[in-house]
């Protein structure tokens, strides 16, 4: 079908559930999560999500699987090896530390998820956070 469309266009990213996910952030493997501008890469969502911590109380969940071509085998965004932004080495499309693409052809954010900080145990869920 063809559109008059001046929108780009491609597909969304596939729909994900997962049962809410409870990281006690003074367990070793969660250890770089304590200082701001530190990640980890853990299962969920599509193909597995990051946790960046953006503030001292402020996390940021996001889907792995890049906005662009999201059905692509090799749609994968991880963070750059600079750690100042992610990027899906098969696209060459890059996001920033809010989910907004900033570079490559990607133009719709990632997805994130919503979390809740309640002392030192982050809950993260399935539940899409749209408009970020």
């Not at 994900?16 to 003074?26: K, P, R, S, V």
């Not at 980890?40 to 889907?63: D, P």
């Amino acid at each position: 079908m063809y559109s008059c469309s001046s929108e780009p266009v491609d597909d969304p990213i596939p729909p994900a559930t997962f049962a809410d996910i409870y990281l006690n952030l003074m367990l070793p493997e969660n250890t770089m999560l304590q200082q701001t501008g530190n990640y980890r890469y853990i299962n969920g969502g599509v193909r597995g999500l990051i946790v960046y911590r953006a503030g001292t109380s402020q996390f940021r969940v996001f889907e792995r699987n890049c906005s662009y071509q999201p059905n692509s085998a090799c749609a994968t965004v991880e963070v750059h090896s600079s750690g100042l932004y992610m990027h899906d080495v098969c696209c060459g499309s890059q996001f920033g530390f809010t989910g907004q693409p900033s570079g490559g052809p990607a133009w719709r954010p990632l997805r994130q998820y919503q979390s809740v900080l309640n002392g030192n145990e982050l809950l993260i869920t399935d539940e899409v956070i749209t408009g970020n």
